[in-house]
């Protein structure tokens, strides 16, 4: 199920643009990093808001090393969600299999891919701890039955798949 160089895990970079004083050439300020997925063969991308929220330019690095712009079409803040579209070949993008929320028990094992602390392609293995949690979304509202893992989710992961042991997309780990 999962290849190195399988470009359906992404890497996504946040920056404010700004005006250098003396210069007045245009300068890019790196201002976070998160995760994110291919979607699908036309270039959409999965992450959470809070990883591009305020963002004035978007990049989406794919696992083979290749980096591309990326706008954002899409956001739903209340569900910390965001949708980017990245110009990318189609042969470039291999979206993730969808799996199904309703069939997971607590104590299935499950994976969770990721970029923490800027360091990419990584992976951390758990199980599902809880299901029907409620935590807070970056707008304030409550996101409901939500998937609690013990999987290691460290800052950076943010944005990246949750997967079923088999592969397949079940939720987004914030």
Do not use: C
Request: without cysteine; proline residues 6%; hydrophobic residues 40%.
């Amino acid at each position: 199920v999962f290849r190195r160089a399988s470009p359906s895990v992404t890497y996504i970079t946040n920056r404010a643009v700004r005006r250098d004083f003396f210069s007045m050439n245009v300068i890019e300020i790196p201002q976070g990093t998160g995760s994110g997925f291919v979607w699908d063969e036309r270039g959409h991308v999965i992450t959470n808001f809070h990883v591009i929220r305020g963002a004035q330019a978007l990049q989406v690095t794919l696992s083979d090393r290749s980096v591309w712009e990326a706008e954002m079409v899409g956001a739903a803040p209340d569900k910390d969600l965001a949708v980017l579209r990245i110009q990318a070949p189609a042969r470039s993008l291999r979206a993730l299999p969808v799996g199904r929320s309703a069939p997971l028990q607590v104590g299935q094992k499950v994976l969770a891919i990721g970029n923490p602390f800027g360091l990419d392609q990584t992976l951390t293995t758990g199980i599902i701890s809880a299901l029907g949690r409620e935590i807070d979304s970056v707008a304030g509202v409550p996101i409901r039955d939500v998937i609690q893992t013990d999987a290691s989710i460290n800052p950076g992961n943010s944005g990246g798949p949750l997967l079923d042991s088999s592969g397949r997309l079940i939720g987004v780990n914030t």
